[in-house]
């Protein structure tokens, strides 16, 4: 079956559960074969029933004393069954399955496999797997999928259609040159993409993810270096001079920019007065000070008689960009007028801003992807700016700077990369560094807690929002899963409702409309929602100085850079913020990582000690990355074949630029489908 086909060519995928896979950005079979698991699970021996944690899956075995009863509840027929041993008894329960008291006889031997929980002070598992021990033991020997899942679509169906696809596909033409593959000890593609989904162990996973990963680096690199031959070192269109007023403005502002604030700032007017067009990284740590700077440069521009444009990720983030450049200019005296264009505007608001910037009435646009629409044109742009340039791809990189004839481009990021991989997957672009906070920045107060201090931080939260502060309280899943023991959204705004009466707490995830998430979020930033249950698409997006308190949920599920970007959230404003991690797990070595963003609020540091404290296997629930072009590939934990990956993409182009080469011709077909592909997730 091609890959471009349909979801719903598939069998048994018709219309409903075909908008079902939509939900989750599958529309075709090959973007089914691109939908990787999120993690896998393995069905461990059986252990005595005493050993077994409650609040989590496990299995148990036995022979059972008596046949399992069947009882009437309304409507409802409950199946119970007793299972003892030496160290205890297990209560096994199942609901409208009344043929099971044919299977559960007494006499019989049987593996029950389920999550364990306390219910009237007994062990008791509800529906748990039954097997027998040749079936068990074909279990215990695979590791079975678990993707990423949305109602009406579980784990069972996701993981059939996955099967169906691999079992009836087109195999793919390997593309990546066979000495590069050699070289590297890589899987075939094919292989890699069958035991992705399917292995039979740890190290076939290993095995086909490294040829993923790499591929998604290769691809990834080699078109950011085509952007680089793309641009060159070209005379600029826009050479500008400073500007007094630019100078007057950093003079008239409440507060002093910092030594490294005014370096970069330096180095971006030295760029846009220099002759060549401006083709520069601004990282920033969280709160470090980068917006001014993209002001600053753009007040540049409009008083060179230019324009210039800030893409920012989100409607919200977009929305406060503009509402406070708007405050600042009229605060000032600055004669300069600021656009807004975002997707959720009407067609008139639309309309209206178009002819502004048609006209050069604006000289300053600010939004959101829809900036690059062809709806938009602009008059003169000079300088285009985009913020969290980790949530854009190559594809729109490329697009935004094609809007004006070669425009200087500067993009801004929070996420603290060291410098060696920021130069790699930043090849084509000049680095700055914000490393320097604000003398005024009060410290967020750190703390890792285990599950006990929950009703401790229920009750610190109560008392920040009697104090008029917000909260948000972060949980790695949107609802609970069948396949993985982890703290859900909609359950724990449930939870919180109970425990905190009368505060105002909503929920946002990515599952829901963009017209839903940006109204929450909107509610939140003017204080109307009190408490906000999220999961981490809050990471970036929302500026709400009035939050002092972040909660995460499942600590230990997160990558470190992505826990410190969700800590950035709070202390933004001028009242003390806290931190609280919580660690649900038991894993070795877990405290020691969630113990480094104790001890510090410094990016790069946390960054940098990442990197020495994970390694290649390390793969489960841990990736920070995920907002580039990968979907496999971690920079942190794949920091060695990123590496490798861009020596290997120099030392081919230094052969064949072009990739013109007859044994390069595969290489070339799919750096153009990923190119396209790029262009294509911006739904123009």
Same mark, same amino acid.
């Given at each position: 079956?091609?890959?471009?086909?349909?979801?719903?060519?598939?069998?048994?995928?018709?219309?409903?559960?075909?908008?079902?896979?939509?939900?989750?950005?599958?529309?075709?079979?090959?973007?089914?074969?691109?939908?990787?698991?999120?993690?896998?699970?393995?069905?461990?021996?059986?252990?005595?029933?005493?050993?077994?944690?409650?609040?989590?899956?496990?299995?148990?075995?036995?022979?059972?004393?008596?046949?399992?009863?069947?009882?009437?509840?309304?409507?409802?027929?409950?199946?119970?069954?007793?299972?003892?041993?030496?160290?205890?008894?297990?209560?096994?329960?199942?609901?409208?399955?009344?043929?099971?008291?044919?299977?559960?006889?007494?006499?019989?031997?049987?593996?029950?496999?389920?999550?364990?929980?306390?219910?009237?002070?007994?062990?008791?598992?509800?529906?748990?797997?039954?097997?027998?021990?040749?079936?068990?033991?074909?279990?215990?020997?695979?590791?079975?999928?678990?993707?990423?899942?949305?109602?009406?679509?579980?784990?069972?169906?996701?993981?059939?259609?996955?099967?169906?696809?691999?079992?009836?596909?087109?195999?793919?033409?390997?593309?990546?040159?066979?000495?590069?593959?050699?070289?590297?000890?890589?899987?075939?593609?094919?292989?890699?993409?069958?035991?992705?989904?399917?292995?039979?162990?740890?190290?076939?996973?290993?095995?086909?993810?490294?040829?993923?990963?790499?591929?998604?680096?290769?691809?990834?690199?080699?078109?950011?270096?085509?952007?680089?031959?793309?641009?060159?070192?070209?005379?600029?269109?826009?050479?500008?001079?400073?500007?007094?007023?630019?100078?007057?403005?950093?003079?008239?502002?409440?507060?002093?920019?910092?030594?490294?604030?005014?370096?970069?700032?330096?180095?971006?007017?030295?760029?846009?007065?220099?002759?060549?067009?401006?083709?520069?990284?601004?990282?920033?740590?969280?709160?470090?000070?980068?917006?001014?700077?993209?002001?600053?440069?753009?007040?540049?521009?409009?008083?060179?008689?230019?324009?210039?444009?800030?893409?920012?990720?989100?409607?919200?983030?977009?929305?406060?960009?503009?509402?406070?450049?708007?405050?600042?200019?009229?605060?000032?005296?600055?004669?300069?007028?600021?656009?807004?264009?975002?997707?959720?505007?009407?067609?008139?608001?639309?309309?209206?801003?178009?002819?502004?910037?048609?006209?050069?009435?604006?000289?300053?646009?600010?939004?959101?992807?829809?900036?690059?629409?062809?709806?938009?044109?602009?008059?003169?742009?000079?300088?285009?700016?985009?913020?969290?340039?980790?949530?854009?791809?190559?594809?729109?990189?490329?697009?935004?700077?094609?809007?004006?004839?070669?425009?200087?481009?500067?993009?801004?990021?929070?996420?603290?990369?060291?410098?060696?991989?920021?130069?790699?997957?930043?090849?084509?672009?000049?680095?700055?560094?914000?490393?320097?906070?604000?003398?005024?920045?009060?410290?967020?107060?750190?703390?890792?807690?285990?599950?006990?201090?929950?009703?401790?931080?229920?009750?610190?939260?109560?008392?920040?929002?009697?104090?008029?502060?917000?909260?948000?309280?972060?949980?790695?899943?949107?609802?609970?899963?069948?396949?993985?023991?982890?703290?859900?959204?909609?359950?724990?705004?449930?939870?919180?409702?109970?425990?905190?009466?009368?505060?105002?707490?909503?929920?946002?995830?990515?599952?829901?409309?963009?017209?839903?998430?940006?109204?929450?979020?909107?509610?939140?930033?003017?204080?109307?929602?009190?408490?906000?249950?999220?999961?981490?698409?809050?990471?970036?997006?929302?500026?709400?100085?009035?939050?002092?308190?972040?909660?995460?949920?499942?600590?230990?599920?997160?990558?470190?850079?992505?826990?410190?970007?969700?800590?950035?959230?709070?202390?933004?404003?001028?009242?003390?913020?806290?931190?609280?991690?919580?660690?649900?797990?038991?894993?070795?070595?877990?405290? &020691?990582?969630? $113990?480094?963003?104790? /001890?510090? #609020?410094?990016?790069?540091?946390?960054?940098? @000690?990442? =990197?020495? %404290?994970?390694?290649?296997?390390?793969?489960?629930?841990?990736?920070?990355?995920?907002?580039?072009?990968?979907?496999?590939?971690?920079?942190?934990?794949?920091?060695?074949?990123?590496?490798?990956?861009?020596?290997?993409?120099?030392?081919?182009?230094?052969?064949?630029?072009?990739?013109?080469?007859? &044994?390069?011709? $595969?290489?070339?077909? /799919?750096? #153009?489908?990923?190119?396209?592909?790029?262009? @294509?997730? =911006?739904? %123009?």
């Amino acid at each position: 079956m091609d890959k471009e086909r349909s979801i719903r060519d598939l069998k048994g995928i018709g219309d409903k559960t075909g908008k079902l896979f939509e939900k989750l950005g599958v529309f075709t079979v090959g973007d089914l074969l691109e939908y990787y698991p999120r993690d896998y699970h393995t069905y461990g021996p059986p252990v005595p029933i005493g050993e077994l944690k409650l609040d989590m899956a496990g299995a148990a075995a036995g022979i059972l004393r008596q046949t399992a009863s069947v009882r009437r509840f309304q409507s409802t027929q409950v199946i119970t069954a007793s299972l003892r041993d030496e160290t205890g008894t297990l209560q096994l329960t199942w609901f409208n399955m009344p043929f099971l008291r044919n299977t559960l006889q007494a006499g019989t031997y049987h593996i029950f496999y389920g999550k364990v929980v306390k219910k009237n002070n007994r062990l008791t598992m509800e529906q748990p797997e039954i097997f027998n021990r040749e079936g068990y033991q074909a279990m215990m020997e695979n590791m079975q999928p678990v993707y990423g899942q949305t109602k009406g679509l579980g784990n069972k169906a996701i993981t059939k259609a996955v099967a169906q696809a691999l079992d009836g596909r087109q195999m793919e033409k390997e593309y990546l040159p066979a000495y590069i593959r050699k070289k590297y000890e890589l899987a075939e593609y094919n292989y890699a993409i069958q035991h992705i989904h399917f292995p039979e162990n740890r190290q076939e996973l290993l095995f086909a993810r490294k040829r993923l990963v790499f591929d998604e680096f290769f691809l990834f690199i080699l078109a950011v270096r085509r952007l680089k031959e793309k641009r060159g070192q070209h005379r600029g269109r826009y050479v500008m001079k400073k500007t007094p007023q630019v100078r007057e403005l950093v003079e008239k502002l409440p507060y002093e920019l910092t030594n490294a604030q005014k370096k970069v700032l330096s180095e971006v007017e030295s760029d846009l007065t220099g002759g060549l067009a401006m083709n520069r990284l601004v990282q920033g740590d969280v709160g470090s000070g980068k917006t001014i700077i993209a002001v600053l440069a753009l007040l540049m521009a409009a008083y060179n008689g230019f324009q210039g444009a800030i893409m920012a990720p989100t409607e919200v983030l977009a929305r406060q960009h503009y509402e406070s450049m708007k405050e600042l200019f009229e605060e000032y005296g600055i004669d300069k007028v600021p656009v807004l264009v975002t997707g959720s505007m009407t067609a008139k608001e639309k309309r209206m801003a178009y002819e502004k910037i048609k006209s050069h009435e604006a000289d300053i646009i600010v939004g959101t992807h829809a900036l690059i629409q062809d709806k938009v044109i602009y008059d003169n742009l000079a300088l285009v700016i985009t913020d969290e340039q980790h949530r854009f791809g190559v594809g729109q990189r490329e697009m935004l700077g094609n809007k004006g004839q070669e425009p200087h481009v500067m993009v801004m990021s929070a996420t603290p990369i060291p410098r060696t991989l920021a130069i790699i997957l930043y090849g084509d672009l000049d680095i700055s560094v914000i490393d320097e906070l604000p003398s005024n920045r009060l410290p967020v107060k750190n703390c890792v807690v285990n599950t006990g201090y929950r009703k401790n931080a229920y009750h610190f939260i109560g008392n920040q929002i009697k104090e008029g502060r917000q909260a948000y309280v972060i949980c790695p899943m949107v609802e609970a899963s069948e396949m993985m023991e982890a703290e859900n959204v909609l359950d724990y705004t449930k939870t919180l409702r109970s425990e905190l009466p009368g505060v105002e707490i909503q929920y946002l995830h990515g599952k829901m409309k963009p017209k839903e998430k940006n109204q929450i979020m909107e509610d939140f930033a003017a204080g109307i929602i009190q408490v906000l249950v999220s999961t981490t698409v809050v990471e970036v997006g929302v500026n709400v100085p009035n939050a002092t308190v972040m909660m995460i949920e499942n600590a230990e599920r997160f990558g470190l850079a992505q826990l410190h970007q969700l800590r950035g959230r709070v202390g933004r404003g001028k009242y003390q913020s806290y931190c609280v991690m919580v660690n649900c797990g038991d894993q070795e070595g877990t405290q &020691e990582r969630l $113990d480094i963003l104790n /001890r510090s #609020n410094d990016g790069f540091y946390i960054a940098s @000690e990442d =990197l020495k %404290l994970r390694g290649p296997g390390d793969i489960f629930g841990l990736r920070q990355s995920g907002d580039m072009e990968f979907k496999l590939a971690d920079i942190f934990t794949d920091a060695n074949i990123l590496k490798n990956v861009s020596e290997e993409v120099n030392l081919l182009l230094e052969r064949d630029r072009e990739l013109a080469m007859e &044994e390069h011709q $595969d290489l070339r077909r /799919r750096l #153009n489908e990923y190119l396209e592909r790029s262009y @294509e997730k =911006l739904n %123009l």
